[in-house]
């Protein structure tokens, strides 16, 4: 499964703040990802990044997400 690794500083998601390190990627932009290579996922989240917003599903577990 695709996890958040990193989240870069002032960028958007840092921004948002509901993104945390470990967060698991289910959805992007309503498009079922489970399964999906890490490639793939980082291009759909970049073609809609191109529209200016991306939305994400996501799946927290408490004992592999870094809290805040």
Known sequence: QVAIGTIVREG???LNGDLRRGDEIHYVDGMNVIGSTHRRVISLMG???LA???TLGI???P???ESK
């Open 52 to 54: 200016g917003e991306v």
């Open 59 to 61: 799946h927290r577990n």
């Open 63 to 65: 004992a592999r997400t």
């Open 12 to 14: 958007p998601a840092d």
């Open 47 to 49: 073609n809609a990044a």
